[in-house]
C-alpha cells in the first residue's frame, strides 16, 4: 500500500485559505486518493476524492500533482469548525482504507 | 436515516471478560468495517466485510472476530478482553463501487482494566 507523509501539525488564521500537503511517492496508477477529516472526539468524516484531475466540492478543493506523487487539500476560507486532524489516503480498489497520522489543523481567530 | 450507528457509548471491562460492540447501517451498504483509535494515533483497520457471510482480517486483527449475518449489522466480538485493547473504536460502512465515500458511526470508548 502506498505510503503518505503529512505535516504533523499546521497553523491557520480564520477565514485565510488553508493548504494541507500530502506525498504518496508510491502511489500506484489505480489508486484513487481520498481525504477524510476527524473532528475532536467525533468518527472519520468523508472530505473528497480524486484520481488525477482536480477536484472541487463544497468542503474543498483537491489539486494533485501531473505525476500523482503528492496533492494538496485546499480549504478557500478556513472557520474554526474546520479543525481537525486531516487524513490523506491513497486507496486501491480493495476497498481497504490505512490511516496515517494525519495533520493537526489549529484555526486561530 | 440513522446512518452508521455504535452501542455502547462507554465501556469498562475486566482483563479476560468477553464483550460485543454493535455496529448497525441503515444505508444498505455492502462494505462495513470496523477500525480501532489509540490516544494521539491515527485509525487501524480490525476487520471488513463486503457482504453477508463475507469477512476478512485487516492490519490488527488478532483478539477480535467478526460475523456478517445480515447487510444491516456488524458485530464486533472482543473474545478474553486485555487492557492493550484498550481504544475507542469506530465502525464505519460504504458503497462497494466508487467512491466508496466511508460514513463512520460516532464511536465506542473501550477501557479494559
Known amino acids: 500500500d502506498a505510503k503518505t507523509t503529512q505535516p504533523n501539525s499546521m497553523e491557520s488564521n480564520e477565514e485565510e485559505p488553508v493548504h494541507l500537503p500530502c506525498n504518496h511517492s508510491?502511489?500506484?496508477?489505480?489508486?484513487?486518493i481520498h481525504w477524510y477529516r476527524q473532528l475532536p472526539s467525533q468518527g472519520p468524516e468523508y472530505v473528497i476524492h480524486g484520481l488525477t484531475s482536480n477536484v472541487n466540492n463544497r468542503m474543498a478543493s483537491l489539486a494533485i500533482a501531473e505525476d500523482r506523487k503528492s496533492s494538496t487539500l485546499i480549504l478557500h476560507r478556513a472557520t474554526l469548525r474546520d479543525a481537525a486532524v486531516y487524513y490523506c489516503i491513497p486507496r486501491r480498489p480493495t476497498l481497504q482504507f490505512y490511516f496515517g497520522s494525519g495533520t493537526k489543523l489549529n484555526v486561530k481567530p | 436515516n440513522a446512518g452508521v450507528t455504535q452501542t455502547p457509548k462507554f465501556q469498562v471491562l475486566k482483563t479476560g471478560q468477553s464483550m460485543t460492540l454493535q455496529c448497525a447501517q441503515d444505508?444498505?451498504?455492502?462494505?462495513m468495517s470496523w477500525y480501532r483509535q489509540d490516544p494521539g494515533m491515527g485509525l487501524r483497520l480490525i476487520h471488513y466485510?463486503?457482504?453477508?457471510?463475507?469477512?476478512d482480517q485487516g492490519e490488527v486483527p488478532n483478539g477480535y472476530n467478526v460475523s456478517r449475518s445480515t447487510t444491516e449489522d456488524f458485530p464486533l466480538r472482543l473474545l478474553s478482553a486485555a487492557p492493550s485493547q484498550t481504544s475507542v473504536y469506530f465502525c464505519?460502512?460504504?458503497?462497494?463501487?466508487?467512491?466508496?465515500?466511508?460514513?463512520f458511526g460516532p464511536g465506542t470508548r473501550l477501557t479494559v482494566t
Open positions: 466485510s463486503v457482504g453477508a457471510g463475507i469477512t
Open positions: 464505519a460502512s460504504s458503497y462497494v463501487s466508487p467512491p466508496y465515500e466511508q460514513y
Open positions: 508510491t502511489i500506484s496508477g489505480t489508486d484513487y
Open positions: 444505508m444498505n451498504h455492502e462494505y
